[in-house]
T-cell receptor, first 114, second 114 residues
Framework: SQELEQSPQSLIVQEGKNLTINCTSS?????LYWYKQKYGEGLIFLMM?????EEKSHEKITAKLDEKKQQSSLHITASQPSHAGIYLC??????????????FGKGTKLSVKP | DTGVSQDPRHKITKRGQNVTFRCDPI?????LYWYRQTLGQGPEFLTY????????KSRLLSDRFSAERPKGSFSTLEIQRTEQGDSAMYLC????????????FGNGTRLTVT
């Protein structure tokens, strides 16, 4: 079973529109990471959240982790073609475990129409 | 740019052959990770090193797979007697030994086994 569920699987938005991607787990998340990936390339680190209720922003992207630390959202404001790509959430599911043994969702493919 | 470097970017091999990939982490990072990613899936953890010590291995890492980091700097991942199911993107990442240090990924090595 997939321990991290991402929704939606894919998203097509008009340039300038806002959008939200969700990442949900049935288990407590000890460290939640958001990455962006272009097809055939590596993952680009966006943000990391560790505390319940935490929220971080960078440029037009905001990520939140809920109080129970089981759900995170990634919100993009006024989307641009440069935001297109695959967004992946990754998380550590074991407290005190290796920080590098991350579980990833399947990704959300974002397309932005000019 | 002193990001994570992986070589080669692409490798095509025939079933049964051995292949070796190299990863050069960010120089000050003492942790190094290997992940595998297949089409439409998120990355799956394979193994990680802290300096030269291999501290954790996934059950995905069969006996045909071996990873080394002999001097605590670069790492190699070898696959012996390759199978078609080994076809995937092999991603390397590195980080500091700190809970708040995110993983930084390389661009990966895409392996195709024919």
């Amino acid at each position: 079973s997939q321990e991290l569920e991402q929704s939606p699987q894919s998203l097509i938005v008009q340039e300038g529109k806002n959008l939200t991607i969700n990442c949900t787990s049935s288990k407590t998340l000890y460290g939640l990471y958001w990455y962006k990936q272009k097809y055939g390339e590596g993952l680009i680190f966006l943000m990391m959240l560790q505390k319940g209720g935490e929220e971080k922003s960078h440029e037009k992207i905001t990520a939140k982790l809920d109080e129970k630390k089981q759900q995170s959202s990634l919100h993009i404001t006024a989307s641009q073609p440069s935001h297109a790509g695959i967004y992946l959430c990754g998380a550590a599911l074991n407290y005190g475990g290796s920080q590098g043994n991350l579980i990833f969702g399947k990704g959300t493919k974002l397309s932005v129409k000019p | 740019d002193t990001g994570v470097s992986q070589d080669p970017r692409h490798k095509i091999t025939k079933r049964g052959q051995n292949v070796t990939f190299r990863c050069d982490p960010i120089s000050e990072h003492n942790r190094l990770y290997w992940y595998r990613q297949t089409l439409g899936q998120g990355p799956e953890f394979l193994t990680y090193f802290q300096n030269e010590a291999q501290l954790e291995k996934s059950r995905l890492l069969s006996d045909r797979f071996s990873a080394e980091r002999p001097k605590g700097s670069f790492s190699t991942l070898e696959i012996q007697r390759t199978e078609q199911g080994d076809s995937a993107m092999y991603l390397c990442a590195s980080s500091l030994r700190r809970a708040d240090s995110p993983l930084h990924f390389g661009n990966g090595t895409r392996l195709t086994v024919t």
